[in-house]
């Protein structure tokens, strides 16, 4: 495996640290922009999901576009497009401009996220594929860790008493750090050659060949130039694709184990964790400050895990990583379902009176109350404050009112968080990029990408409304049923990609 082949493969997937490092960002911007725009838990939630929802349409349109104008024009346009979403969120003056800023961003790694594992599989070889495609992800949790690294350390600065930052500005800047890894991208990516098997594909043979050589070697290139030619020859024999031609049989089984993990990587609710894990961490009584720092953990556990996945997934192979991982997931999230359920809440008037940016007279009623569960409690706290004043200080309430064991929860979500490292998350990405030909390759990993998208939108829209009806113990119970039951799906119908080449998946799976 080539350096020039890991550099090309990593400049490529800087899509996905963008996406990771908007998703980060956002954690740590909605304590502040919540309270100052005044949003419900619908306007909350659509500010947060906007992206994914703009990310469907992206994913369902660019895998075929690329096949038309290429991968490359695609990902530089990506680049350029995280800019300005970086500028305009951060310059933000209401909701509306908010979320149509980052609905642009979302346009952009929703492209990201489908083209990048495509390219990178396709100028691989079968034995560094998985690793390859695998630096995807890895790069997604970099730009989560730097993420939760810059919102950790904005805010600080601002809990410090800076004269330059205020909870009115600090998330503006929050927001406008995505704008220089958003340029260092749109110039890296003219650095990389175009996909050689799409060149194949639009019949620029000797432009493809020169590409290979280039990247793999000559001995090398000249294995791959083969087997690309004897797949290019078989697939110039079958009419052009239409997306109707998705649902035939002999495509069915891919089709379904695609729709599968695409839908179970999201609707475990990894996004939910990511989007809002400063409010996560908020509702075991932490603090705002611990919180933000609990955030940076939870950020270096995914780099770490998706290292080992990266070391591990071309050695163990898919299926294992996947079902182990997905197997841990369900035990984790069913644990931070019990550490929630243990959770007591009071506040003594010695508490009560310690709240010094509100009105806490308001508060005295519910001296010494006692509450079994979170929902009576905030409930409680927000008809005597208001919305908007139990919104910026909820952390505050929070630690002080919570009686409970935050180290089961923190468990809870880094076991999740390490199990979905190596296993949901690079994995999903490396299979589609595997299983289907590479006729049907753009088309079929943009539905199965929409899929993921809508599922994802959906998880991040309804997240705070799950915590304010369900409470947080329901929530997190329900994400843990719904990966038992996919652990029992997928190990029924997952199969083993793990040192084949492209055109020997497709013998095998397509029938």
Known sequence: M??????????????????GFDAGIISGVMSYAGP??????????????????????????????SDIVGRKKILIGVALAYAVSALASAYATSYEMMYIARMLGGFAFGAALILAPTYIAEISTAESRGKLVSIQQLNIVLGFFAAFLSNYYLNYLN???????????????????????AVLYFFFMFLVPKSPRWLFAIGKIEEAKNVLRSIHGKEQAEIEIKSIEENVKEEESKSKV????????SLRFIIIVGLTIGVLQQITGINAVYFYATSIFKQTGI?????????????????????VAILLIDK??????????MGGIAISLLLCGYGFSQATYKLTPQEITSFEDFDNSLLTPFENKEY??????KNDMKSALGNQVYAKNEGAILEAA????????????????????????????????????????????????????????????????????????????IFGVIATIGFFILFRILPETKGKSLEQIELELVK
Not at 372 to 377: G, Q
Not at 425 to 446: D, F, H, N, T
């Open 2 to 19: 080539s350096k020039k082949l890991v550099f090309i493969a990593f400049v490529v997937s800087l899509g996905g640290f963008l996406f």
């Open 36 to 65: 100052e725009f005044n949003l419900t838990d619908g306007q909350m939630g659509w500010v947060v999901s906007s992206p994914s929802f703009a990310a469907m349409i992206a994913m369902l349109v660019s895998g075929r576009l």
């Open 159 to 181: 809990s410090e008493g800076s004269t330059f930052f205020t909870d009115e500005n600090v998330w503006r800047y929050m927001l406008g750090v995505e704008l220089v890894p």
């Open 242 to 249: 239409s997306i109707k031609e998705l649902l035939k049989p």
């Open 287 to 307: 603090g705002t400050d611990a919180a933000f720092s609990s955030g940076v953990l939870l950020s270096f556990t995914s780099v770490l895990f998706t290292i």
């Open 316 to 325: 163990m192979g898919r299926r294992p990583l996947l079902l182990v991982g």
């Open 372 to 377: 079994s569960n979170d929902l009576d409690f």
């Open 402 to 477: 919570t009686d409970m064991n935050p180290v089961i929860v923190l468990v809870g979500i880094l076991g999740f968080i390490a199990c979905f490292a190596f296993s949901l998350g690079p994995v999903m990405w490396v299979l589609l990029s595997e299983l289907y030909p590479i006729k049907y390759r753009g088309l079929a990993i943009g539905a199965i990408g929409f899929v993921n998208s809508f599922v994802s939108w959906l998880i991040q829209q309804i997240f705070p409304w799950e915590l304010s009806t369900f409470g947080n113990a329901m929530t997190f119970l």
